[in-house]
C-alpha cells in the first residue's frame, strides 16, 4: 500500500469521525440523538427530534463526508480497491467516530455520499431506489436496505471494476441495520412518519406523566 493510498484512507475515517448529528443538534439546542428518539445519531431520527432544517444540514453534511474523500481518491488516480477502502473507512468512521467515543450512526447517507463520485447516473438510481422504498413503505430503515442490495447489481451494470468496493460497502450497511431487519420482521420497526389523526389519539390517551414511545418501538394508538 502507497502513502498516498493510506493517507487518504485516514483522512475518509477522520471525515467520517466528524458526527454532523451531534454538532448541529448540539449548535441549535436540539437534544442529543444518542439519547433521544431511536438513539441513533443520524439524519432521519434528527429529523424525528428536531425538524426538516435540522435533519437536512445533517443529511448534506454526512453525503459530503463520504463524497470529498472518495471524490479526492477517485482524482488520484487510486485504483478501485483502494477506492473502496477509502469509502469503507469513510463509512467506518460515521459508525464508529473516534471524536465520539466510537458511537455512531449507521452510514447510509455517507455510504450514497462515498458512491456518487463513481457516476451521478447511478447515485441517482441509488437515491430514487431509496425514495421510491421510503414512499411506498414509510421505513427509512427499508430504504437503506433495499439500496444496499440492490447497489452491487446497479453499479455491476454501469462500472462493472467498482462492483466489489461496493458489494464490500453493501455488506456493511446490512450488517449495521441487523436490528432493523428483525424489527421489521417482526413488525415493530418506527415508520419515518405517522398518520396525524394517530398522532393526535395517541397523544390524547397517553397520561401526562407517561414517557414518549421509543422510535424502536411501534408507533401506534394505545
Known amino acids: 500500500m502507497s502513502a498516498t493510498a493510506l493517507g487518504m484512507i485516514i483522512f475518509a ?42 435533519a437536512a444540514a445533517v443529511l448534506i453534511f454526512d453525503v459530503l463526508k463520504g463524497m470529498i474523500p472518495v471524490w479526492l481518491a477517485y482524482t488520484l488516480e487510486m485504483s478501485p480497491f483502494y477506492l473502496g477502502l477509502t469509502a469503507i473507512a469513510a463509512c467506518l468512521g460515521h459508525i464508529y467516530p473516534v471524536f465520539f467515543r466510537f458511537r455512531g450512526g449507521k452510514g447510509v447517507a ?44 446497479y453499479v455491476w451494470w454501469f462500472k462493472p471494476q467498482f ?34 389523526g394517530a398522532k393526535s389519539a395517541q397523544n390524547s390517551e397517553r397520561p401526562a406523566s407517561a414517557s414518549p414511545p421509543h422510535d424502536d418501538e411501534p408507533q401506534t394508538p394505545r
Request: hydrophobic share 45%; net charge positive.
Open 110 to 153: 455517507t455510504a450514497f455520499g462515498a458512491i456518487a463520485p463513481i457516476g451521478w447516473d447511478l447515485t441517482g438510481l441509488m437515491v430514487g431506489t431509496w425514495l421510491l422504498t421510503v414512499l411506498l413503505s414509510g421505513y427509512s430503515s427499508l430504504g437503506a436496505i433495499v439500496s444496499a442490495l440492490i447497489a452491487p447489481f
Open 13 to 54: 475515517y477522520l471525515c467520517g469521525s466528524i458526527s454532523s448529528a451531534i454538532l448541529v443538534c448540539k449548535a441549535a439546542g436540539l437534544p442529543d440523538p444518542r439519547e433521544n428518539g431511536s438513539g441513533n445519531p443520524g439524519a432521519t431520527n434528527v429529523l424525528r427530534n428536531g425538524g426538516r432544517l435540522a
Open 163 to 196: 462492483t466489489f468496493p461496493v458489494a464490500m460497502l453493501s455488506c456493511l450497511i446490512l450488517v449495521r441495520h441487523h436490528d432493523n431487519i428483525q424489527r421489521l420482521w417482526r413488525g415493530k420497526e418506527g415508520k419515518i412518519w405517522r398518520k396525524k
